[in-house]
């Protein structure tokens, strides 16, 4: 089913301002996690008493007497998806998990990837607990659902192995797509980076492929940076658009 007025947050968060992303039915209260990479503490405070700092930019209720204007008294936490497993986007899955009893979806060519993010984190000094382990493998152009809330993955490696983009359909408006560090407002994922699997070309392929086929308003949630849309990248991204191929020296713009 596809999702009315859709209730999405982005809270920016950890050492790399890695955007997680909250996703809920203004009907039922049910409510998705993607990339629940740091600062826990943080987003399940706001999704439960809207205490604290809230997200970064929303398109819903700023508190609870907003919320109760569409009906639901509270939030429930259904289930967590992640795009792909470098620590910065999974690192805090465990701390979710402990608070929520749902089943967390990621791609089985990242879990390898997930085992090491403890070890990632301590590199940059930041205490991590130990890595979850996905409890649902997730595939190229599977569909979630979650009541009311529809995913579509779509496998788009590159800047991992196991990277997916996810695909929130919209009934009332533009499609919603969260990419993870595959594609950026004016830059894609890093390719260089250790146990990962990164490769221009392969991401440069899973873009065009992939994405470009999108429809132009599709609303981009990248990873890292502002919001972007597939028409804007389609037609000036510098590395995969169509005003240019730049890939001399390429490693990509965020993590």
Known sequence: MALESPWIESFMVGDLQMRCSVVTD???GDTIIIDGGGESERIISWIEEFQGIGPNWSTGPQNAEEMHEYGISKRKVVALVNTHAHYDHSGHIPYLLERYDVNWYLHEDDYFLQSLAKVSGA???INLPEPAIATHKISDEQL????NISLKILHTPGHTLGGCCLLLDISDGPDHLFVGDTLFAGSVGRTDLPNTGGDFEVLS????TKLWPLDTDTIVHPGHGPLTSIGIEKQTNPYVGQSGQNTGGFIGKYL
Not at 144 to 147: A, C, K, N, S, Y
Not at 205 to 208: Q, T, W
């Open 205 to 208: 392929n899973s873009i065009k």
């Open 123 to 125: 590199r940059r000094g």
């Open 144 to 147: 979630l659902e979650f009541g």
């Open 26 to 28: 203004l009907s039922t």
